[in-house]
């Protein structure tokens, strides 16, 4: 049976493009989901047309890597949402969302979630929405319940990197302790007004427990400053390019530091801890 969707794919693709109908019309043809019709196509070293903008930065041999892959996303409010997305378009196969609130006013200004039409929704419910409309061969598992270190164990089971999108220290610790004990990297992010940082974290190095050691009561700075559209954007991408260095193990991740980012005077600084 894989041979001869294989051999379908190939007789139908344009090069080695597979556009999204064909794709489709595989799947229908040979009762297929939609993401084991994609797999099919990286396995035949094919690529899935929606890709092509990333043959340049990936081969398909780690466009494939990152469809085998699993990220959980801690949060789903400004750089959760934006997380999110960029995984959902760069590909990557299956992504854990969990957030326990709904969409309300005042996430209007940042959150790329949400709209006036689904004030009062899940913002898990939400995500799988946007993911299943961006992709519908990625799966979207959608966790209507708060991270917590009696939970958290559970919720990153067969997890391959957990990604920090909260807003309390106190979270953030719990989440960090939780990827420590079950060995999986974590990447961080947090935005204030106009500043945000990002660290990435793999298990045995305690880089976020050393940076917040003496604030785990603190509310945050977000609480204080606010924080406009842009600055989730700009964290919320410098986290996924973390991701997507842990999860191919190419380039140079940001481990024992913070990436710190002022977006007032434009400048970016490497800070050891």
Request: charged share 20%; hydrophobic share 45%; proline share 3%.
């Amino acid at each position: 049976m894989k041979e001869i969707v294989q051999q379908y794919l190939q007789e139908n693709a344009t090069g080695d493009l597979v556009s999204w109908k064909c794709q489709l019309e595989a799947s229908h043809r040979f009762s297929l989901p939609l993401a084991k019709t994609e797999e099919l196509i990286l396995e035949a070293r094919l690529l899935p047309a929606r890709y092509q903008r990333n043959r340049d930065t990936f081969s398909i041999e780690q466009q494939r890597k990152l469809f085998h892959s699993c990220v959980a996303v801690i949060g789903c409010g400004g750089l959760g949402g934006h997380i999110i997305e960029s995984l959902a378009r760069l590909g990557v196969g299956k992504i854990v969302a969990v957030d326990p609130d709904i969409f309300e006013e005042h996430n209007l200004n940042r959150q790329i979630l949400s709209s006036v039409d689904f004030l009062g929704w899940s913002k898990v419910a939400l995500a799988a929405t946007r993911v299943a409309d961006i992709n519908p061969a990625i799966t979207l598992i959608p966790v209507k319940a708060a991270f917590t270190a009696k939970n958290g164990k559970e919720l990153l089971q067969n997890v391959d990197l957990a990604a920090d999108a909260l807003d309390t220290v106190a979270s953030r610790l719990e989440l960090a302790e939780v990827c420590e004990e079950i060995k999986i990297p974590l990447v961080h992010g947090a935005i204030a007004g106009w500043f945000g940082q990002v660290l990435t974290q793999y298990p045995g190095e305690r880089t976020l427990q050393r940076l917040y050691e003496n604030l785990s009561q603190s509310i945050g700075a977000e609480k204080k400053l606010g924080n406009p559209a842009f600055t989730p954007a700009v964290i919320a991408g410098i986290e996924v390019a973390e991701i997507c260095k842990v999860l191919l193990g190419s380039g140079q991740g940001q481990t024992g530091r913070i990436i710190s980012v002022n977006l007032q005077d434009m400048e970016m600084e490497k800070i050891e801890i």
